[in-house]
Protein backbone atom coordinates (compact mmCIF):
# COMPACT_ATOMS: atom_id res chain seq x y z
CA UNK A 1 0.00 0.00 0.00
CA UNK A 2 1.53 3.17 -0.82
CA UNK A 3 1.09 5.97 1.79
CA UNK A 4 0.09 9.62 1.63
CA UNK A 5 3.46 11.02 2.39
CA UNK A 6 4.83 9.20 -0.43
CA UNK A 7 2.54 10.53 -3.39
CA UNK A 8 4.11 13.90 -1.89
CA UNK A 9 0.41 14.70 0.11
CA UNK A 10 1.42 17.33 2.85
CA UNK A 11 0.56 15.90 6.28
CA UNK A 12 -0.97 19.34 6.88
CA UNK A 13 -2.78 19.91 3.87
CA UNK A 14 -6.10 19.09 5.82
CA UNK A 15 -5.09 22.08 8.58
CA UNK A 16 -4.24 24.41 5.54
CA UNK A 17 -7.78 24.02 3.92
CA UNK A 18 -9.21 24.13 7.35
CA UNK A 19 -7.28 27.60 7.76
CA UNK A 20 -8.35 28.68 4.49
CA UNK A 21 -12.41 27.61 5.35
CA UNK A 22 -11.78 29.16 8.54
CA UNK A 23 -10.64 32.70 6.94
CA UNK A 24 -13.02 32.86 4.72
CA UNK A 25 -15.49 32.38 7.20
CA UNK A 26 -14.49 35.32 9.32
CA UNK A 27 -13.93 37.64 6.12
CA UNK A 28 -17.51 37.49 5.03
CA UNK A 29 -18.66 37.39 8.87
CA UNK A 30 -17.10 40.88 9.63
CA UNK A 31 -17.75 41.99 6.30
CA UNK A 32 -21.55 41.40 6.34
CA UNK A 33 -21.80 42.60 10.11
CA UNK A 34 -20.04 45.21 9.19
CA UNK A 35 -22.38 46.26 6.54
CA UNK A 36 -26.04 44.87 7.68
CA UNK A 37 -25.55 44.88 11.23
CA UNK A 38 -23.73 48.12 12.01
CA UNK A 39 -24.86 50.03 9.20
CA UNK A 40 -21.15 51.46 8.65
CA UNK A 41 -21.99 52.69 5.35
CA UNK A 42 -24.36 55.33 7.49
CA UNK A 43 -22.09 55.59 10.50
CA UNK A 44 -19.26 57.63 8.65
CA UNK A 45 -15.79 56.91 9.98
CA UNK A 46 -15.55 55.29 13.27
CA UNK A 47 -12.81 55.70 15.36
CA UNK A 48 -11.67 52.31 17.06
CA UNK A 49 -8.00 53.49 18.48
CA UNK A 50 -6.22 56.64 18.13
CA UNK A 51 -4.67 55.15 15.40
CA UNK A 52 -7.13 53.13 13.24
CA UNK A 53 -11.12 53.72 11.89
CA UNK A 54 -13.70 52.06 10.76
CA UNK A 55 -14.46 53.37 6.91
CA UNK A 56 -16.70 51.70 4.10
CA UNK A 57 -14.63 51.58 0.79
CA UNK A 58 -15.48 49.78 -2.40
CA UNK A 59 -12.72 48.09 -3.76
CA UNK A 60 -13.31 48.27 -7.97
CA UNK A 61 -9.46 47.26 -8.04
CA UNK A 62 -6.54 44.97 -6.80
CA UNK A 63 -4.50 46.35 -4.01
CA UNK A 64 -4.19 50.18 -3.30
CA UNK A 65 -7.68 49.84 -5.99
CA UNK A 66 -5.03 49.56 -9.02
CA UNK A 67 -6.45 48.46 -12.14
CA UNK A 68 -10.05 49.85 -10.98
CA UNK A 69 -12.20 47.75 -13.03
CA UNK A 70 -15.61 49.61 -13.58
CA UNK A 71 -16.95 46.63 -16.56
CA UNK A 72 -18.74 43.65 -16.08
CA UNK A 73 -15.79 42.12 -17.91
CA UNK A 74 -13.23 43.99 -15.62
CA UNK A 75 -14.62 42.29 -12.78
CA UNK A 76 -15.06 38.88 -14.26
CA UNK A 77 -11.41 38.84 -14.85
CA UNK A 78 -10.69 39.74 -11.14
CA UNK A 79 -12.75 37.26 -9.83
CA UNK A 80 -11.49 34.42 -12.06
CA UNK A 81 -7.94 35.28 -11.52
CA UNK A 82 -8.62 34.92 -7.63
CA UNK A 83 -10.32 31.53 -8.26
CA UNK A 84 -7.59 30.19 -10.18
CA UNK A 85 -5.26 31.12 -8.36
CA UNK A 86 -6.89 29.64 -5.13
CA UNK A 87 -6.88 26.69 -6.70
CA UNK A 88 -3.08 26.57 -8.00
CA UNK A 89 -2.20 27.60 -4.36
CA UNK A 90 -4.70 24.51 -3.33
CA UNK A 91 -2.38 22.11 -5.47
CA UNK A 92 0.93 23.58 -3.92
CA UNK A 93 -1.20 23.18 -0.46
CA UNK A 94 -1.97 19.79 -1.14
CA UNK A 95 2.16 19.40 -1.75
CA UNK A 96 3.69 21.76 0.92
CA UNK A 97 6.36 19.82 3.74
CA UNK A 98 5.95 22.59 6.35
CA UNK A 99 3.58 23.60 8.81
CA UNK A 100 4.11 27.23 8.76
CA UNK A 101 3.89 26.62 4.93
CA UNK A 102 0.38 25.36 4.82
CA UNK A 103 -0.76 27.83 7.18
CA UNK A 104 0.39 30.44 5.41
CA UNK A 105 -1.23 29.02 1.97
CA UNK A 106 -4.48 28.21 3.78
CA UNK A 107 -4.44 32.23 4.88
CA UNK A 108 -4.03 33.48 1.23
CA UNK A 109 -6.37 30.65 -0.33
CA UNK A 110 -9.11 32.28 1.88
CA UNK A 111 -8.08 35.61 1.39
CA UNK A 112 -8.44 35.31 -1.96
CA UNK A 113 -11.64 33.49 -2.21
CA UNK A 114 -13.08 36.21 0.99
CA UNK A 115 -12.66 38.97 -1.38
CA UNK A 116 -13.51 37.10 -5.18
CA UNK A 117 -16.69 36.30 -3.09
CA UNK A 118 -17.20 40.14 -2.54
CA UNK A 119 -16.81 41.06 -5.89
CA UNK A 120 -19.35 38.17 -6.96
CA UNK A 121 -22.45 39.45 -3.86
CA UNK A 122 -21.43 43.24 -4.16
CA UNK A 123 -18.97 43.91 -7.34
CA UNK A 124 -16.45 45.39 -5.55
CA UNK A 125 -14.40 44.59 -2.09
CA UNK A 126 -15.25 45.46 0.83
CA UNK A 127 -12.54 47.18 2.77
CA UNK A 128 -13.10 48.68 6.10
CA UNK A 129 -9.96 49.11 8.44
CA UNK A 130 -7.58 52.50 8.21
CA UNK A 131 -4.74 52.69 10.14
CA UNK A 132 -3.23 56.07 10.46
CA UNK A 133 -0.87 57.76 12.34
CA UNK A 134 -0.66 61.94 12.63
CA UNK A 135 -1.40 63.02 8.91
CA UNK A 136 0.15 59.44 7.89
CA UNK A 137 -2.73 57.17 6.08
CA UNK A 138 -2.20 53.43 5.64
CA UNK A 139 -4.80 52.10 2.77
CA UNK A 140 -8.01 50.74 3.76
CA UNK A 141 -8.59 46.90 3.84
CA UNK A 142 -10.01 43.67 5.30
CA UNK A 143 -9.79 40.91 6.66
CA UNK A 144 -9.34 39.24 3.51
CA UNK A 145 -6.02 41.42 2.78
CA UNK A 146 -4.57 41.16 6.38
CA UNK A 147 -4.99 37.50 5.85
CA UNK A 148 -2.71 37.09 2.64
CA UNK A 149 -0.34 39.53 4.33
CA UNK A 150 0.22 37.36 7.21
CA UNK A 151 0.29 34.13 4.37
CA UNK A 152 2.87 35.67 2.44
CA UNK A 153 5.33 36.43 5.60
CA UNK A 154 4.51 32.89 6.58
CA UNK A 155 5.55 31.39 3.37
CA UNK A 156 8.56 33.71 3.23
CA UNK A 157 9.46 32.05 7.07
CA UNK A 158 8.74 28.70 5.61
CA UNK A 159 11.32 29.17 2.21
CA UNK A 160 13.68 30.75 4.76
CA UNK A 161 13.33 28.06 7.10
CA UNK A 162 13.60 24.77 4.74
CA UNK A 163 16.45 22.11 5.57
CA UNK A 164 19.26 22.53 2.65
CA UNK A 165 19.61 19.63 0.88
CA UNK A 166 23.13 17.58 0.72
CA UNK A 167 24.86 18.52 -2.23
CA UNK A 168 26.22 15.90 -4.81
CA UNK A 169 29.54 16.76 -4.54
CA UNK A 170 30.03 16.96 -0.52
CA UNK A 171 33.78 17.10 -1.00
CA UNK A 172 34.44 20.31 -2.33
CA UNK A 173 35.06 22.04 -6.11
CA UNK A 174 36.61 18.62 -7.16
Known amino acids: M ?11 AGLGF ?3 LATLAVDQAVK ?4 LGFDLADRGAVRLLPVADL ?13 EQNSLAGRIALIAVAVVAAVLLGLWLRRERSLAGAIGLGFIIGGALGNAVDRIAWGAVVD ?17 DAAIVVGVALLLYA ?6 AATADAGGDG
Request: glycine content about 6%; proline content about 4%.
Open 2 to 12: ISDESRGASPY
Open 18 to 20: AIA
Open 32 to 35: LWLL
Open 55 to 67: VLLWNKGISYSLF
Open 128 to 144: FLLLHWGTWNWYVFNVA
Open 159 to 164: ALNRPR
